[in-house]
């Protein structure tokens, strides 16, 4: 698994023009599941992902989780994050879960964050989406397990 985690003011994602998901202060999570990955790994990525210090305490110093400050997420399933261009200038994708395979886990990676008690809003699963993001610093930490 691959994920981009920005630390954000706000965020929202539509859909056809329609809101499906929007936060406060907290993450966006754009996420993406590569072949063979295991649940084990969108348990660890919602561990490592709700205890990420990187909000700043009185002196500025990244001492604050998402848990601590009570922030939220918004995850975004972002196949494209597995795209290869060693080779070329289009993408290649073969690295990237096919969906019935990655739709499963980015599920249990988002049910895997409410159980740590962050609040989570979604995109929509394979759909073309619009993602509005306040980056807060910025702060962007790119994870990954597998």
């Known amino acids: 698994m691959r994920a981009v985690v920005q630390r954000v003011k706000k965020a929202s994602v539509k859909v056809d023009g ?3 998901g929007a936060i406060g202060k907290g993450f966006v999570v754009l996420i993406a599941v590569k072949r063979g990955d295991t649940e084990e790994y969108a348990r660890w990525m919602a561990h490592k992902i709700a205890n990420l210090r990187v909000f ?3 002196r500025g ?7 601590d400050v009570g922030g939220e997420a918004l995850v975004v399933s972002q196949f494209t994050l597995y795209g290869d261009i060693r080779r070329g200038f289009r993408p290649s994708f073969t690295e990237a879960a096919p969906p019935q395979e990655a739709e499963p886990l980015i599920e249990k990676f988002v049910e895997y964050l409410k159980e740590k008690g962050v609040p989570v809003q979604t995109g929509v699963f394979g759909a073309m989406m619009l993602v509005e993001i306040f980056n807060d610093g910025p702060v962007t930490i790119i994870l990954e397990k597998g």
């Open 56 to 58: 700043p305490d009185e």
């Open 61 to 67: 110093k990244f001492n604050f989780s998402l848990l």
């Open 18 to 20: 329609k809101e499906v």
